[in-house]
Structures are given as C-alpha cells and as structure tokens.
C-alpha cells in the first residue's frame, strides 16, 4: 500500500488549497480514509475522515471550511481547504485504515490507520 500527497505550499490567511492523496494497491472507496495534520512541537490530530458509505465527519476547527471527498475512478483523496487560518500551518498526512467504518474519537482516531503517506506541507501566513 502506498500513499502520496500532494498539493501543499504557502496561502494567505482566507486563501484556499486542495490537497490529493493518490492510492496505490489500496482502494480508497472500500476503507475508512481519512486527514491528519501535525503543526511543529504538537501532536498529530485528525482532521478529517470518510467511510466506505460516503459518510464524513470533521474535528469542530474545521468544519464549515474543509471538504473531505474521494474520486473513485481517480482512486484518490481530496481535502478542499478554504478560509485557511495560520492555525492551520502543519505538515498534512493522508491516512488509510483496514475497515469500512472510521473507528474511535478524535482523540483516539490516528491509532487506528494502519497505512501513512509521506505528508505534504501546507503553510498559512501573510
């Protein structure tokens, strides 16, 4: 299983990005997929995750701004981030896991995917 992110860079505070995250040897549609994001001295966090059904769900910082969705015939994952915020500086990992639900809390989520990609850097600043 491989997993490649892409799309990162610098954006303006309010500015925009769209991250990828093409799936080799895995099919994103059967699994839990989800976002994880790691700011210097912190801790990884999820961001957000998309089941097997199509359902979504999103950690309270970024819902309302961030659009987690998945191209099946692309086999990849996206992450459209708008009104982006300095807070939301880190390095963004796209994450697989081995089940069709998206199991634990926000707290808990990230020890249960099995499968990391290399990350991609995404910068907020003016």
């Known amino acids: 299983v491989q997993l490649v992110e892409s799309g990162g860079g610098l954006v303006q505070p309010g500015g925009s990005l769209r991250l990828s995250c093409a799936a080799y040897?895995?099919?994103?549609?059967?699994?839990?997929m989800g976002w994880f994001r790691q700011a210097p001295g912190k801790e990884r966090e999820g961001v957000a995750v998309i089941d097997s059904a199509g359902s979504t769900s999103y950690v309270d910082s970024v819902k309302g701004r961030f659009t987690i969705s998945q191209d099946n015939a692309k086999n990849t994952l996206y992450l459209q981030m708008n009104s982006l915020k300095p807070e939301d500086t880190g390095m963004y990992y796209c994450?697989?896991?081995?089940?069709?639900?998206?199991?634990?809390?926000?707290?808990?989520?990230?020890?249960?995917?099995?499968?990391w990609g290399q990350g991609t850097q995404v910068t907020v600043s003016s």
């Open positions: 994450a697989a896991d081995v089940y069709g639900y998206c199991r634990g809390s926000w707290s808990s989520r990230r020890d249960y995917f099995g499968y």
């Open positions: 040897g895995y099919t994103v549609s059967n699994y839990c």
